[in-house]
């Protein structure tokens, strides 16, 4: 079997280790792709090979990959049963047969078993008659366990010891067996320790095995000769700290103008469309973040009643709202800012009644009007998409009318910054 290890360039040895089977070659030494050839164990019982890459780091722990490979186990499995009956197996969710049982009962079924499968399901089916049990497999208990001891040969500084096995395995269930070393337990997921040489010590060993077993997995390593440290290199001149300038204001600009359009909704037949034509200048203070606009727009509210026994009635409102308002900045990232807007001004409006019983007419009248607004826009060079909700109080009354003008509204536009 053939595997791959993916490394940046520039990396140093990559070297492998196995519970079972073993590697043509353990360790390669160049190329961003490191080829393993790794031969699985001549058994036939089914396994958990358990492979790891390791990878030394200039300082800190190595960088270790576990790799588990499910190893099935092939076997006949003897079944009694009743004579001629069709013999199933089912072991975690794949079926094996049928096979006909003689005429003494008995049926041999090859099956394969995957790693920690103790149990299999046995159908049997003669004619109307179907029997279901459970009949036990008879497999070694066997649990994976790999241990890997570098970089070698062990610095007198120290070292890392990396143990694996399946992947609930915890330190809890192991018993360390060291040679040449002192063992020191690091946090984290994977079960790693610091290898500190005991003094004197040419060489390390650790035997690694669960609690209760037998089973063991062992690795041995030389340890540096003093002779072969090389001397501490000069230290190094200190860090020339270099202070990046704050980052620079985005430049404002001074004048823009806008368009929204959109509608307003106030109940009943309060609501119509609703558009606006406005200027702003961004203020010299705090960053020019606060920009002072006026506004000009329009609006229409209109309504067609039926009036039992005299006929139709058409009432419309057409209003011309002059604001002026200011514009917070609240939030900026990337192309997209939050602003939060507030104006107040007049509505001047005009009122048209129609209808089939009486003579038409018109009034005009001066009301207030005020809003608070929450405008989002996507910038695109000099252009901004923009889109607004805003609350809205004006009310349009006359001793003929009485009608809401603000209430909610909603629009989108654009804004030009020259």
């Not at 709202?321 to 509505?347: D, I, K, M, N, Q």
């Amino acid at each position: 079997m053939e595997l791959e290890v993916q490394v940046p360039e520039g990396t140093g040895p990559v070297r492998a280790t196995a519970s079972a089977g073993s590697f043509a070659q353990p360790v390669v030494e160049s190329g961003q792709v490191r080829k393993f050839q790794w031969t699985p164990p001549d058994v036939r019982y089914p396994l958990l090979a358990v492979l790891t890459f390791w990878v030394n780091r200039p300082s800190g722990p190595p960088e270790v990959t576990v790799v588990r490979i499910p190893l099935l186990g092939r076997t006949n499995l003897p079944i009694s049963t009743d004579p001629g009956a069709e013999v199933i197996i089912e072991i975690s969710d794949a079926h094996f047969g049928p096979v006909k049982a003689n005429r003494r009962g008995k049926a041999q079924v090859p099956v394969e078993v995957p790693p920690g499968v103790r149990q299999a399901r046995v159908l049997a089916t003669r004619g109307a008659l179907k029997t279901d049990r459970m009949t036990k497999i008879d497999v070694p208990d066997v649990r994976p366990l790999v241990t890997t001891l570098g970089p070698e040969p062990l610095p007198r500084s120290g070292g890392w010891l990396v143990v694996a096995g399946e992947e609930t395995l915890s330190a809890a269930e192991l018993e360390l067996t060291a040679q040449g070393i002192r063992l020191e337990a690091q946090p984290g997921t994977l079960l790693l320790y610091r290898a500190i040489p005991l003094e004197g010590a040419t060489s390390a060993s650790v035997e690694a095995k669960r609690r209760g077993s037998k089973d063991t997995a062992r690795a041995q390593v030389a340890i540096q000769r003093v002779e072969d440290v090389p001397p501490p290199a000069p230290p190094a001149p200190p860090p020339v700290v270099v202070e990046a300038p704050p980052p620079a204001e985005p430049v404002r600009a001074k004048l823009a103008m806008h368009l929204l359009v959109g509608a307003f909704f106030a109940g009943g037949s309060n609501r119509g469309p609703a558009a606006a034509l406005g200027v702003s200048y961004s203020l010299p203070v705090w960053g020019g973040r606060i920009a002072a606009e006026a506004e000009a727009g329009v609006r229409r509210a209109a309504l067609e009643a039926q009036i039992d026994g005299f006929g139709t009635l058409n009432s419309s409102v057409l209003a011309g709202p002059v604001l002026a308002a200011a514009r917070v900045t609240l939030f900026e990232r990337s192309a997209l800012s939050l602003y939060g807007r507030a104006g107040a001004g007049v509505l001047p409006f005009k009122h048209q009644v129609s209808s089939d019983f009486q003579p038409s007419f018109g009034e005009s009248k001066l009301a207030p009007m005020a809003f608070l607004a929450a405008q989002g826009a996507w910038h695109i060079s000099r252009v901004s998409l923009l889109m607004e909700l805003r609350g809205e109080y004006g009310p349009a009354q006359t001793q003929n009318l009485n009608a809401k003008l603000g209430g909610i509204g909603a629009s989108l536009g654009v804004r030009y910054e020259p």
